[in-house]
């Protein structure tokens, strides 16, 4: 039987972690990133999907192109942190269902029926990012969450080779800096959005 996670590690993932606007000049690695996905694909998706794609923009020249599709409040952000990153969804994912979900025939399931396709991507996919945030928080590393750029731009410069690709959301990643921080936002009571039925 598993324990609950102490105060500490609660505080870390949930209670004092952020969404960041700017980051310490402290770099983030390759073997870090690969860190982050080796969490992040444990979480569940339905029949094993894991229609995320995920594009580590670390290169000034992939920040550009990235840049370039965003807000203008989100364009300085995502040029000065130390890693940006595409979280895309594959409407095809059912294609890699024999590898990933293999007791079951569950290709048959998506096959033509494009619409399901394209709800449980983005269902599943947006259930991922939620892993990478967390799977990020857990290594030591912040993330700053944002919507505010054009998709199509998004998904020209980092998917023009795989059309089934489309971009859910794209984030900011490395070591927060407290400076580029706002207050924290109102988080109510358990009364006021739940009720147990």
Not at 27 to 47: F, Q
Not at 162 to 168: D, E, G, K, L, T
Request: hydrophobic residues 45%; contains cysteine; proline residues 7%.
């Amino acid at each position: 039987m598993t324990k609950p996670l102490d105060d500490a590690a609660l505080d870390q993932l949930f209670r004092t972690a952020r969404t960041y606007n700017g980051y310490t000049d402290q770099p983030v690695g390759e073997a870090e990133l690969r860190a982050i996905w080796d969490l992040m694909k444990m979480g569940p998706t339905s029949a094993n999907q894991l229609p995320a794609r995920l594009v580590w923009c670390v290169s000034d020249e992939a920040k550009a192109k990235l840049a370039a599709a965003c807000s203008e409040s989100n364009r300085a952000k995502v040029l000065k942190a130390p890693v940006s990153v595409v979280i895309g969804m594959d409407i095809d994912f059912h294609e890699h269902l024999p590898e990933l979900f293999p007791h079951a025939d569950a290709k048959s399931w998506f096959t033509d029926n494009l619409p399901l396709r394209e709800s449980s991507a983005f269902r599943n996919s947006t259930l991922q990012g939620g892993y990478f945030i967390m799977a990020a928080r857990a290594l030591g590393l912040d993330t700053g969450p944002m919507s505010g750029f054009d998709a199509a731009t998004v998904e020209a410069a980092f998917f023009a080779d795989q059309p089934n690709v489309r971009v859910n959301f794209i984030s900011t990643l490395g070591h927060g800096d407290p400076a580029t921080i706002f207050g924290r936002s109102p988080r109510p009571a358990f009364e006021k959005f739940n009720r147990i039925a």
